[in-house]
């Protein structure tokens, strides 16, 4: 299998962290696509937003998923990038969908202790519980439509690395 590998979550999901890990597990690159938009326009999230709200920001990274889609790649995606059907139906057809799974308290917990590796504006200004809480109501059936596997997210990284190892030998549901 050459496919890309696509990490679905919400931010704190580990999408950055396992996904890279993963990476260097199975020989693939590995890519961020919020890292991609910055390297490429210069621009934060954060400030893609501010210039052009969240729909400029959105418009981008569905550009950057198929500018980042190539073979033995993994590619870490933004925590919004399941709304859009066309992202959802595009990751599904050109590669394998992982979503990293945990509860909005061990979201909230893990961005509460690391403030700084969470580069996103906050989408509610509620605090950080409550919002993953409602973003969770939002999107988990997004997340469970994208993902060809959905994956227990709340382990040590080595171990959820692991379960996607596992999961990916499966056939796909
Ligand atoms: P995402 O890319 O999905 O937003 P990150 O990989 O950046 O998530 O992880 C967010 C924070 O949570 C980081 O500080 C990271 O070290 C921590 N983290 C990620 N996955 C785990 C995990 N499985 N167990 C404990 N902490 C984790
Ligand atoms: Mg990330």
């Given at each position: 299998m050459t496919q890309p590998i696509?990490?679905?979550g919400a931010r704190g999901a580990g999408k950055t962290t396992v996904g890279s890990e993963l990476a260097k597990a199975l020989g693939y690159k590995f890519v961020d696509t919020?890292?991609?938009?910055?390297?490429?326009?210069?621009l934060s999230v954060a400030d893609i937003?501010?210039?052009e709200?969240?729909?400029g920001f959105r418009r981008r990274e569905t550009e950057a998923l198929k500018?980042?889609?190539s073979p033995l790649t993994v590619v870490a995606t933004g925590g919004g990038a399941v709304l859009a059907q066309e992202n959802r139906d595009f990751m599904r057809e050109a590669g394998t969908v992982i979503y990293l799974r945990s509860p909005a308290s061990t979201l909230a917990n893990r961005l509460e202790d690391a403030p700084q590796e969470d580069?996103?504006?906050t989408l509610?200004?509620?605090?950080i519980t409550e919002e993953m809480m409602q973003v969770l109501n939002e999107r988990e059936a997004l997340y469970q439509e994208a993902a060809h596997h959905v994956v227990d997210g709340t382990q040590d990284p080595a171990l959820v690395v692991n379960s996607?190892?596992?999961a990916l030998a499966l056939p796909v549901a």
């Open positions: 696509f990490m679905v919020d890292l991609y938009l910055l390297r490429t326009s210069g937003v501010d210039r709200g969240w729909e500018a980042v889609c580069q996103r504006p509610t200004g509620r605090p996607v190892m596992d």
